[in-house]
Nanobody, 125 residues
Framework: LQMVVSGGGSVQAGGSLRLSCVVS????????LGWFRQVAGKEREAVAF??????DAHYADSVKGRFTLSQGEEALYLQMNSLKVEDTAMYYC?????????????????????WGQGTQVNVSS
């Protein structure tokens, strides 16, 4: 399973970006995909995830109401609105295999097993 991430960049606070994660293979419903972010020197943080079967999207409290997860054909998107300086980080797309409860535990621990490359998001004041 390979994931190609794009869409990062530099914006001012209040702006928007849309991250894309294109998956290299057909994604079975038993997969879950999500987004994580990491600031250099800090632990990786779970941002959002959902099961490929179309279950509820889960969001970190810090991004609720501002970030929206959506799915396309073998692709996962993260629409980021009302960006804040503290959203600055390297963003990663990742995947795992399992039911929603299993994936939720893995997501909260940033422990998904398949990882794409990161894309940098810089938000300036």
């Amino acid at each position: 399973l390979q994931m190609v991430v794009s869409g990062g960049g530099s914006v001012q606070a209040g702006g928007s970006l849309r991250l894309s994660c294109v998956v290299s293979i057909y994604v079975p419903n038993r997969y879950c995909l999500g987004w994580f972010r990491q600031v250099a020197g800090k632990e990786r943080e779970a941002v959002a995830f959902a099961t490929w079967a179309g279950g509820d999207a889960h969001y970190a409290d810090s991004v609720k109401g501002r970030f929206t997860l959506s799915q396309g054909e073998e692709a996962l998107y993260l629409q980021m609105n009302s960006l804040k300086v503290e959203d600055t980080a390297m963003y990663y797309c990742a995947a795992d295999i399992g039911v929603e409860s299993y994936c939720y535990r893995k997501w909260t621990n940033s422990a998904f097993i398949y990882w794409g490359q990161g894309t940098q998001v810089n938000v300036s004041s």
